[in-house]
Each structure stands twice: as C-alpha cells, then as structure tokens.
C-alpha cells in the first residue's frame, strides 16, 4: 500500500510540475514550429465545436452555471448577516484565573506533601527494628 501511495504522490508532483513548466511557457510553445506545423489551435477548435454538436443539452445550460466570483460573494454577504456574540478576554482577568489554577495546586501538592509524610511516619513505626 505504501508503495503505491509513494508512486502516486511522485506521478502528480511530476504532473504538476509539467503542467506548471508548461503555464510558465505557454507563449514561447505556441510560438514554437511544432505547435505551429501541427495547428494545435485549429485543432481544439474543432474539438469544442464537436463536443458543442455533440452535448447541446450541456451547453445549453450555460447560463445555469455559478460563477465563482457568484459564490464567494454570497458566502461573504451570508458571513456579514451572522450576528455573533464574543467574550472579551481581559489580561487581568486570565492572571487572576492562571493564579487561582497556581494556588489550587499548590495546596493539592501540599496536602499529597503532607499524606506522604504521615505514611512513611506510619511505614517506620511498623518496621521491626533488631537491637543488637
């Protein structure tokens, strides 16, 4: 399973970087004797107008389509409508709690503190001692 994720991974950063060489230098490949001599323009040309003639029904819903721009739009007028309600966090008001947090345990140590002690008094009274 790793091995096939680890292609995978190396296949699409592989793809995104042609792809992205190519953007890089799209004006210097149409430029370029091949894409001249093989009239790669006209050729995609085509190839739309047939999937036109092809999918009338998909293209003839164009106008139903939402343009991105339409959409964060949207979400943009729906984030300004939400009416939120925030705490205020004062400095002062976090110290005091951290201080309160810092007492509290202080004394939970002290009391453990204090419990230890009285089990190793207790421990040393019940040791047998030899007297020699």
Excluded: C
Aim: aromatic fraction near 6%.
């Amino acid at each position: 399973m790793g091995k096939l994720v680890k292609g995978l991974v190396k296949f699409t950063v592989a793809a995104a970087a042609v792809g992205g060489l190519a953007y890089v230098f799209k004006d210097q490949i149409k430029e370029s004797k091949p894409y001249k001599e093989y009239e790669v323009d006209e050729k995609i040309k085509k190839v739309k107008t047939t999937l036109k003639e092809k999918m009338p029904a998909f293209f003839d819903n164009e106008a139903d389509f939402v343009e991105e721009d339409d959409i964060l739009e949207d979400l943009d007028l729906a984030a300004e409508d939400v009416e939120r309600d925030y705490v205020s966090i004062t400095p002062e008001a976090v110290v005091e709690d951290v201080k309160d947090a810092v007492e509290e345990a202080k004394d939970a140590v002290a009391d453990k503190v204090e419990e230890v002690k009285e089990a190793a008094e207790d421990a040393a009274d019940e040791i047998p001692t030899i007297e020699a």
